[in-house]
């Protein structure tokens, strides 16, 4: 298309002043008749989509998301797209994190899987201090019903460990199956803002008032339950001894399913 071309020989730098001077005005109404770009005065460029057909403008949304531009260190026109594509590249899975998605790959659903190799990506930016709102807002829409909460979890590092452990425990079962492991990983991602992890490295009464922290403000919003979850066998006391804490409380029901050998528990506080 000729108007294109004639915007990147613009871009590239034959009128200066629109670049240092920044003014770009776009779907504006000039006067020009004929002509869908018009530079006023060299220093200002127009252009006027309503001058394109239908196929011109597509094509015109999908080159202007192409185009970067660069005078003299500071960016003119950014595109995300690129900066964003440079962002994942530097981020990219290696090393541990391919150890950690070669573990995961036939355990968990292939949607989770591409999701938490994303989420290694965000992960690997917030620790080089770089901004993820991006990268975690793709993640959230591509994903909606459990993105955010698996980004969440990869960047606390429970895929390192906790679900590691979980599977390690459930293999000990003479009845293992991994589809039930893969809907186990589902149902804590999903459930994640209504789960207390019950973790030897804090102490119990951290985890006590946790619990009472987290009742209390889903008991706020009406969410209706509360889940805590415990691997290994210290902690499934301690998740049973914080129960304790909740048998007299009429208006609060527990649920609690506990593996045979006693090292994984899940138990649901509602109310």
């Known amino acids: 298309m000729i108007f294109l071309d004639k915007l990147k020989t613009i871009f590239e730098g034959k009128f200066g002043d629109i670049l240092s001077n920044n003014k770009f005005s776009l779907f504006h109404f000039s006067k020009n008749v004929n002509e869908p770009l018009e530079v ?32 003299e260190g500071d960016a003119f026109l950014i595109n995300k797209t690129i900066r964003k594509t440079q962002k994942i590249k530097k981020n990219l899975p290696k090393d541990a994190d391919e150890l950690l998605l070669k573990f995961y790959r036939n355990k968990i659903s292939p949607e989770m899987y591409k999701a938490l190799e994303a989420s290694l990506i965000v992960r690997n930016a917030f620790i080089n201090n770089e901004d993820i709102t991006e990268l975690k807002k793709d993640i959230r829409n591509k994903y909606p019903t459990f993105g955010n909460n698996l980004c969440n979890l990869t960047t606390r590092n429970y895929f390192d460990d906790h679900f590691k452990e979980l599977y390690l425990k459930m293999l000990e079962e003479e009845d293992f199956n991994i589809r039930v492991y893969q809907k186990k990983i589902e149902y804590i991602v999903k459930s994640l803002p209504y789960i207390a992890f019950i973790a030897k490295d804090k102490t119990y009464d951290e985890l006590s008032g946790e619990v009472m922290f987290k009742l209390a403000k889903l008991k706020m919003y009406g969410t209706g339950k509360l889940i805590l979850h415990g691997l290994g066998k210290g902690n499934v006391e301690t998740t049973l001894k914080i129960l304790e804490e909740y048998r007299n409380d009429k208006d609060t029901c527990i649920d609690i399913e506990i593996n045979p050998k006693r090292t994984i528990i899940t138990a649901t506080l509602m109310f």
């Open 40 to 71: 006023k005065n060299e220093n200002t460029l127009k252009i006027d989509l309503t001058k394109l057909n239908e196929e011109e403008k597509e094509l015109f949304k999908k080159e202007i998301r192409n185009i970067t531009i660069q005078k």
